[in-house]
């Protein structure tokens, strides 16, 4: 499919792979550029590639500000805006009881998710405020609302992720600018089968807990991130939307979902 020609840029952090890469498709469908941002530079250049000439791939890792205002400004210098950001990059948790978890894993899991989300959204809103326009949409999880047994610094950054987007979301509404984020349930991408190697996770266990009984496609949650990105949701700002399955709404014993 040809990208639309309306001059748009979108740019998708954590894109080469999962739900990023999966958003980076469906925003090509929207805007006329779509930005594949992911700390290996060659794997983003080659989803570009994919999507076709009026893209680009950068290579950067979200947690480092100078590698991230390297980012924007090549972004600005090739296309002069930014409509669309999509702070989705993420590394796994480490898999391991509470009292035997390593303190630099931990550091890395906040840096990624919530430092990440952070500069990246600091200096993108640098870009929109100056336009006085532009949606911003961030990568939150059920983690951040429910509690998830070892699963410390992953739901601590998902939840700041949440407030997060509630702040800025506050401080830019009269500038033009909207945030929102969207908190998957369990999605079947890589980062959920590094997690099930692990055995972090039990996938018949969690099948079994959700009302919908089944994990999301990574496309299912690049149209909710869609949805929020574009002008269909330009009232909606500073609010977390759950795509999970149902997952958070459960509240009865597992057994009551069986079917009869």
């Not at 959204?121 to 509690?147: P, T, Y």
Request: aromatic share 4%.
């Amino acid at each position: 499919m040809a990208a639309p020609r309306n001059g748009k840029v979108a740019l998708v952090t954590g894109a080469a792979d999962g739900i990023g890469w999966a958003t980076a498709r469906r925003l090509a469908e929207d805007v006329e550029h779509v930005v594949v941002v992911d700390l290996r530079a060659e794997a983003a250049q080659a989803r570009a590639a994919e999507l076709g000439p009026a893209h680009v791939g950068i290579g950067a890792n979200v947690a480092a500000p100078d590698e991230v205002t390297a980012m924007t400004a090549a972004v600005i210098e090739r296309y002069g805006r930014i409509d669309v950001l999509v702070n989705n990059a993420g590394v796994a948790e480490q898999a391991a009881a509470t009292v035997d978890q390593q303190l630099e894993a931990f550091d890395r899991v906040l840096a990624v998710h919530l430092r990440g989300t952070f500069l990246v959204s600091q200096a993108v809103a640098r870009v929109m405020l100056a336009q006085r326009r532009g949606s911003i949409v961030n990568l939150s999880s059920i983690a951040g609302f429910a509690g998830i047994p070892q699963r410390n610094a992953y739901g601590a950054a998902k939840a700041g992720i949440a407030a997060m987007t509630r702040s800025m979301a506050c401080e830019w509404a009269r500038q033009g600018l909207r945030v929102n984020a969207v908190a998957p349930g369990y999605v079947r991408t890589a980062l959920v089968a590094e997690l099930e190697a692990k055995g972090a996770l039990n996938s018949r266990s969690l099948l079994a807990r959700t009302p919908m009984g089944r994990m999301a496609a990574p496309e299912e949650i690049a149209e909710v991130i869609a949805f929020l990105a574009s002008q269909r949701a330009s009232f909606v700002t500073g609010t977390t939307l759950a795509a999970d399955g149902g997952w958070l709404a459960w509240g009865a014993p597992e057994d009551s979902l069986q079917a009869r």
